[in-house]
């Protein structure tokens, strides 16, 4: 049976542990990540001849598991490193993590243990990348991505900067069209590549999409991070990618023929922000290259050197992405010239301004700059996104859902309006903004103020501007307003029923009932359509691609839904996916859907992940299910007799306080041994009789429970034997229409709730509001100051 992926990661992140203790996240991922390649390059390249990477003999990942238990283990591992790293000029590459460091590693025994259980941990069957893409799923990609993830949150927030979020990277690479590449030659590069994730994904959108392999150009100034991206290039089969360790700005690598830098097709880039030693290394009023022409940025501050850089670097026809801080857009002094004399040429053609918090070498917020010289001069406008409020909490950080995702693509590839998110500025209105691109002088996000209404307040009503505002609702439920609200004065309604009654009303009102069999239809005709999608599920199928599928059909349908946000049930699909759907599928692709066998079998137990007992309950055995509900009812209302005897008879001077253990329990035993002890004893009666009763309960609890729980037994033992029965057919229609569609059809449920309870709410927020009107309440208290003075009077108190 196939390993679920999210146990593969999982594992993969519990071999840092065999390290932690001698060393930090940064360093110990070093460690990790050579194993990772050695068993990456000797799976897939080993035996090869025709390959651009050689395994030679001794410098592969089995001579490693040859060593488990070796006394000399660590010094080997390095030998057969060394002797790979060799055979491919990876030299400082591969070889930079010591695997004999005492200090990190332990002495004696315990390095010999360590190295073991490290070697053993990817020493396992399901991590195999004989075909990397196994089942067209990046096995090593997604594990990869899933242990930089975590490297980077514990490296903390001075060493996490090798790591760009994917989530980011895949928005960048998107947004620049590299799904629209054209030519195998085209190219690729990132100045400040680190870790590679970034120019990766960038990569992956391109030949994902088209299938074109583009050339791939980093350069990186820090030793072990270049050494790093290197490696990945590699472990992400783009062995031919160049990765240049130097200082981009004061020894940019990569140049043509005439000494002038090297144009590229694509580039995009996360550097880092706002460094102050910018310049160090070269003079950039003299720089050769011509990239400051547009002005030098600041002596302490890098931000616009990067972006310069990028864009003397990109064709005529490129395209461009960059990560910076919100500052580049409004401060002053030399930025704001450079910034004014980019936008007059007009290559930047928007800005994505994203949630704070995302990156790991900061907290603080970041955007998108993307740079198109293609549609330069013609530009009229720049597109702004406001992104800054759609995301998640993970741990310490923030993290766009892939419905954040997706909005953006959709929004800046489209180039749509959406009211509070997205707009389309004309250059005009920078330029009398003095070209400040602050974005929210352009987009205003703040959620409208609910006013309070003084006339109101004064003479009761409902004002018709706040339900007006709900608009939405009445477009799709016109007569729903009438059969709430009549008019009461100009401008003012009243509730034609009683609070208690708004929500009846609603839920009640068949135009409701209509909305609810429209959302209803959109998701059977998503589910009919795909079902034969997931009962086909056959081994060797695409998992991304099957997500693929389901997910943009679904977001594409909803997109119909009135009141519904469709990225939002586009992201309960997403959800559930990496919750559950993912490690089924990942299973049925490996194992495909065979049935599965009763324990005890010579094929082992059945696979309750995969089907769960309580589906085969639900199905076949709802009696007996419903019984032992039954008999549980039973012993449960024996206890609550057994409390509530205890709560009235059981304290310190009750009759069953002598009966209870140290503990403070009422047990057969112990009852039984204060009735023993009061045998003889003839003015205990009252005690004698709580006691009885109290061990009748006990005894009849006791029965009940066993019953239960031999009832419980017969059952689990009757759907064990059940799995091995069933067919597949049936196993395919209670996977798929009783535990996959079945938890979709309740998510999309939750979004109408909401949608219902978000209307309800606010009508009775209002109706609250203004139920009573000033003068009823100042009569009010008028009449309760009369009583309360003339109680006062009584009592003697002059008022």
């Known amino acids: 049976m196939a390993i679920k992926k999210s146990e593969l990661y999982s594992s993969l992140w519990k071999s840092c542990d065999e390290l932690r203790g001698g060393m930090d996240a940064s360093q110990y991922k070093d460690y990790v990540l050579v194993l990772l390649f050695v068993k990456y390059v000797s799976d897939k390249y080993a035996g090869n001849p025709h390959s651009l990477i050689e395994v030679p003999p001794g410098g592969s990942f089995a001579d490693m598991v040859a060593l488990k238990g070796d006394k000399e283990i660590g010094d080997k591992i390095n030998q057969i490193i060394s002797r790979l790293a060799e055979a491919n000029n990876l030299t400082g590459v591969i070889d930079v993590a010591d695997f004999n460091d005492q200090e990190k590693l332990g002495k004696g025994k315990e390095m010999v243990d360590r190295l073991s259980n490290l070697v053993s941990i990817f020493n396992t069957p399901a991590l195999n990348f004989k075909g990397n893409r196994a089942q067209g799923d990046d096995i090593l990609g997604d594990a990869y991505e899933y242990l930089m993830r975590h490297f980077a949150t514990e490296s903390g927030k001075s060493k996490g900067q090798f790591y760009t979020p994917a989530e980011v990277s895949r928005i960048i690479a998107q947004v620049i069209g590299l799904a629209g590449a054209t030519d195998s030659k085209q190219s690729i590069y990132d100045p400040t590549c680190g870790s590679g994730s970034l120019l990766l994904k960038a990569h992956d959108e391109a030949k994902s999409a088209t299938g074109l392999d583009l050339a791939i150009y980093g350069q990186e100034m820090d030793n072990a991070t270049s050494a790093l991206a290197k490696m990945n290039m590699i472990l992400h089969d783009c062995p031919t990618a160049e990765i240049w360790k130097d200082n981009t700005l004061s020894a940019p690598h990569f140049k043509d023929r005439l000494g002038y830098l090297k144009l590229f097709d694509f580039i995009v880039a996360n550097p880092p922000f706002s460094t102050k030693a910018w310049s160090n290394g070269f003079n950039p009023a003299e720089d050769e290259y011509n990239r400051f022409s547009y002005g030098i940025p600041p002596e302490k501050n890098g931000d616009y050197a990067f972006l310069l850089h990028m864009l003397t670097s990109l064709k005529s026809t490129g395209k461009a992405a960059v990560i910076l801080p919100h500052g580049v857009l409004f401060r002053g002094g030399a930025e704001a010239a450079i910034r004014k004399r980019i936008l007059q040429q007009g290559y930047i053609q928007g800005i994505i301004g994203l949630p704070a918090n995302l990156f790991y070498g900061t907290g603080i917020p970041a955007c998108i700059i993307v740079l198109d010289k293609e549609g330069s001069a013609g530009r009229k406008g720049l597109f702004l996104i406001d992104a800054s409020k759609g995301f998640i909490k993970d741990g310490n950080k923030n993290r766009l859902r892939e419905q954040d995702i997706h909005k953006i693509v959709d929004t800046f590839t489209q180039q749509l309006e959406v009211e509070k998110f997205a ?371 009584k009592m003697g108190f002059a008022v």
């Open 423 to 793: 707009r389309l500025v004309p250059m005009a209105e920078i330029e009398a903004n003095d070209f400040n691109l602050n974005i929210p002088r352009y987009i205003d996000t703040s959620e409208a103020e609910d006013l309070q209404d003084i006339e109101a307040h004064l003479h009761g009503g409902i004002p018709e501007r706040d339900i007006d505002a709900l608009q939405a609702y009445w477009g799709v439920m016109p007569n729903l307003r009438g059969a709430l609200f009549e008019p009461l004065r100009p401008g003012y309604l009243s509730l034609r029923v009683s609070i208690s009654e708004i929500k009846p009303t609603i839920f009640g009102h068949p135009e409701f009932d209509a909305f609810r069999h429209t959302v209803a239809g959109l998701f059977e005709a998503w589910r009919d359509e795909h079902r034969p999608n997931l009962t086909g599920i056959a081994i060797g199928d695409q998992p991304k691609a099957l997500l693929k599928q389901l997910a943009e059909d679904l977001l594409h349908r909803f997109e119909a839904a009135p009141l519904l946000n469709a990225y939002d049930v586009y992201q309960h699909l997403q959800d559930y996916w990496y919750a559950t759907l993912q490690d089924d599928v990942y299973q049925l692709v490996i194992d495909g859907w065979k049935p599965l066998i009763a324990s005890g079998s010579s094929q082992g137990d059945p696979n309750t992940d995969l089907l769960p007992p309580e589906l085969i309950v639900r199905r076949y055995y709802a009696a007996e299910a419903a019984a032992i509900t039954e008999l549980e009812a039973k012993r449960d209302a024996i206890s609550r007799e057994l409390e509530e005897l205890d709560e009235e008879q059981g304290g310190e001077d009750g009759p069953l306080a002598e009966g209870k253990t140290d503990k403070g329990k009422l047990t057969a035993a112990s009852v039984k041994a204060r009735l023993k002890a009061i045998k003889h004893e003839r003015d205990a009666d009252e005690e004698r009789q709580a006691l009885e009763q109290c061990l009748e309960l006990i005894q009849r609890e006791a029965e009940a429970s066993k019953k239960v729980k031999a009832a419980q037994k017969m059952l689990d033992a009757k759907v064990l034997a059940h799995y091995a029965q069933l067919s597949e057919a049936e196993l395919k229609n209670l996977v798929v229409d009783n535990k996959w569609l079945a938890t979709l059809q309740a998510d999309v449920q939750t979004e109408l709730d909401r949608v219902s309870q978000a209307l309800t709410g606010r009508i009775r927020q209002l109706a609250e509001r203004y139920a009573t009107p000033l003068p009823a309440l100042n009569a009010e208290v008028e009449a309760l100051a009369v009583k309360v003075n003339a109680h006062l009077m």
